[in-house]
Nanobody, 127 residues
Framework: VQLQASGGGLVQAGGSLRLSCAIS??????????MGWFRQAPGKEREFVAA????????TYADAVKGRFTISGDKAKNTVYLQMNSLKVEDTAAYYC???????????????????WGQGTLVTVSS
């Protein structure tokens, strides 16, 4: 299983970035997978950003990013995206994509519930 995150970079506050996570080696058929995005700033714990249920498409967001970030998935490309708009300095972090199986909504925010992780892509928002 491999999750390859990309799309990070340096952007000014108020700007936008789109992160991608290419998924390989997962057998989606027959399993209720959830794809999530987490982030970790220096000196802080990893925190939940957003998640999408791969089969049904329902989405969940952290309060800090609601209305600014959008998670989506392309089943044909086996890729999950995180569109980030109106970026703030406090969004600066390494962003990680993750895959979990059989998660319910109340468990989406706990990184320990995810089985597979990508390597992270760095997002830096300048003032």
């Amino acid at each position: 299983v491999q999750l390859q995150a990309s799309g990070g970079g340096l952007v000014q506050a108020g700007g936008s970035l789109r992160l991608s996570c290419a998924i390989s080696g997962l057998t989606f058929s027959g399993y209720s997978y959830v794809m999530g995005w987490f982030r970790q700033a220096p000196g802080k714990e990893r925190e939940f950003v957003a998640a999408i249920k791969w089969s049904g498409g329902s989405r969940t967001y952290a309060d800090a990013v609601k209305g600014r970030f959008t998670i989506s998935g392309d089943k044909a490309k086996n890729t999950v995206y995180l569109q980030m708009n109106s970026l703030k300095v406090e969004d600066t972090a390494a962003y990680y994509c993750a895959a979990g199986r059989g998660l319910i909504t109340s468990t989406l925010g706990n990184p320990n519930n995810y089985d597979n992780w990508g390597q992270g892509t760095l997002v830096t928002v300048s003032s």
